[in-house]
């Protein structure tokens, strides 16, 4: 990575879940050699300051906003880290940069714009739980802020009749409590009770919490804001273990599929 900060440059640097441990170096190095951090004041007070560094933090809900305060910045010759939490690219601060890019004025496609990938929050509470996204999964947000409900419930019910595990982001929020009790109802036809349900809280984070239950017995109301909700598929196990938590995986293999549209022509 060079550092030019005379020429302008943005970097999208995804800080990971939480711990530094789960901080790439990459993004490290972005964040050292940026002149001024962009983001949710939460993220940025992740990110130590260095001297002569600017922070501008922003509140949570304005994405587009301050990405095109950061290609300003970058535009006028700075250095701007934009920072998500997890990896910038999955449900966060990478596609409002692009988006913005794409809407504005041509000088911001001259920049050079590097993002950073980190350890997205699925990641981080798979590896917890042991290794449940190891066949074929969908990472899905229920957040209906900027698509419609009925949108979010088609796409949750055919990628579980599909035999998808579920990555759910954006399970639940003071302004979104009940979305996440109808997803469940929603699956409740598509898959067996017996199903499991991984609720993993503020992973990596002093206060982490992960509790498992199935589908019959899940409370939505377990999940805030920092919960990544997993749902296993048909082929997702269960190794119980005396006096520890169980450990969680889906095999490499999968049996064949008696759907009609999977029958070889
Ligand atoms: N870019 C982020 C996701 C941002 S959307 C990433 O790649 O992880 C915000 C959602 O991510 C939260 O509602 C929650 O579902 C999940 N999340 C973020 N950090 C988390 C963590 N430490 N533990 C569990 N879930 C987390």
Known sequence: ??????????????????AAAMQTPQATAALTAATDLVGYATYLERVPLRPGQVRHGSDNRVELERARHALGMAAAGRAVAVVSSG????????????????????????????????????????????????????????????KPWPLVLHR?????????????????????????????????PVLPGSTPVAFATAVSRPDECITLATLATADPARADMRTLVLIGSAATRTIERPGAEPYLYTPRRAAPCRAASCRAT
Do not use: K
């Open 1 to 18: 990575m060079t550092t030019r900060p005379q020429q302008g440059r943005l970097w999208i640097v995804g800080l990971g879940p939480g």
């Open 87 to 146: 990896d910038a690219g999955v449900f966060a601060m990478a596609s409002a940069v692009f988006e913005a890019v794409e809407a504005g004025p041509p000088a911001w496609r001259a920049l050079e714009i590097e993002v950073v990938p980190g350890i997205s929050a699925m990641f981080a509470a798979a590896a917890r739980l042991g290794a449940p996204l190891g066949h074929d999964f969908c990472a899905l947000s229920l957040s209906d802020n900027l």
């Open 156 to 188: 949750l019910t055919a990628a579980a009749a599909a035999g998808f595990v579920l990555a759910l982001y954006n399970a639940a929020s003071q302004a979104r409590p009940w979305q996440l009790g109808a997803a469940l109802d929603a699956l409740r």
